[in-house]
């Protein structure tokens, strides 16, 4: 009989695909660890080691994670607690207890900005008049002569009864 249950592994669902692993992420004492090597190199512009701490950068935001143990240059035996570093990181994080999923939502890296009000004061290019030539209009045809035979059968008159 074993002393400590063994932990539970889940599944992670990054932008709603299942993210390919060799080593699973697991969840223990309530948290999901997931091993650094696939998620964060997905996720992160670039990571490094220092020491035992584990520096992750994403758009200007850096984030400290400290590491049990030193780790080698591979991050390949490395697990960090998903969800403070994803989230610090930018990235939406949902736990699904009855399929034991985590899903991650990663936002682009494209920034969005709304466009600005019109200021007259900026200068502008001057409207240009854009050559369209006139549409020519299609000829009516005029039948001339004798007129054509109707090609539907006439229906002859009942026959009396």
Same mark, same amino acid.
């Given at each position: 009989?074993?002393?400590?249950?063994?932990? @539970?592994? $889940?599944?992670?669902?990054?932008?709603? +695909?299942? &993210?390919? !692993?060799?080593? /699973?992420?697991?969840?223990?004492?309530? %948290?999901?660890?997931?091993?650094?090597?696939?998620?964060?190199?997905?996720?992160?512009?670039?990571?490094?080691?220092?020491?035992?701490?584990?520096?992750?950068?994403?758009?200007?935001?850096?984030?400290?994670?400290?590491?049990?143990?030193?780790?080698?240059?591979?991050?390949?035996? @490395?697990? $960090?607690?998903?969800?403070?570093?994803? +989230?610090? &990181?930018? !990235?939406?994080? /949902?736990?699904?207890?009855?399929?034991? %999923?985590?899903?991650?939502?990663?936002?682009?890296?494209?920034?969005?900005?709304?466009?600005?009000?019109?200021?007259?004061?900026?200068?502008?290019?001057?409207?240009?008049?854009?050559?369209?030539?006139?549409?020519?209009?299609?000829?009516?045809?005029?039948?001339?002569?004798?007129?054509?035979?109707?090609?539907?059968?006439?229906?002859?008159?009942?026959?009396?009864?």
């Amino acid at each position: 009989m074993a002393l400590f249950p063994p932990p @539970a592994p $889940v599944a992670v669902i990054v932008d709603g +695909r299942p &993210l390919a !692993a060799y080593q /699973r992420a697991y969840l223990m004492e309530g %948290r999901v660890f997931v091993p650094v090597a696939p998620l964060l190199m997905r996720l992160a512009d670039r990571f490094w080691i220092d020491g035992t701490t584990l520096i992750v950068e994403r758009q200007g935001c850096r984030v400290r994670v400290l590491l049990a143990s030193r780790v080698s240059s591979e991050f390949g035996d @490395a697990y $960090v607690p998903a969800g403070p570093v994803l +989230r610090s &990181l930018g !990235a939406s994080v /949902r736990y699904d207890p009855h399929g034991r %999923r985590l899903i991650v939502t990663i936002p682009s890296h494209d920034a969005l900005a709304s466009p600005t009000p019109f200021n007259p004061a900026v200068p502008s290019a001057a409207p240009a008049a854009v050559f369209t030539p006139p549409v020519p209009s299609t000829p009516r045809p005029i039948w001339t002569g004798s007129p054509l035979p109707r090609r539907t059968a006439l229906p002859f008159p009942p026959p009396h009864r």
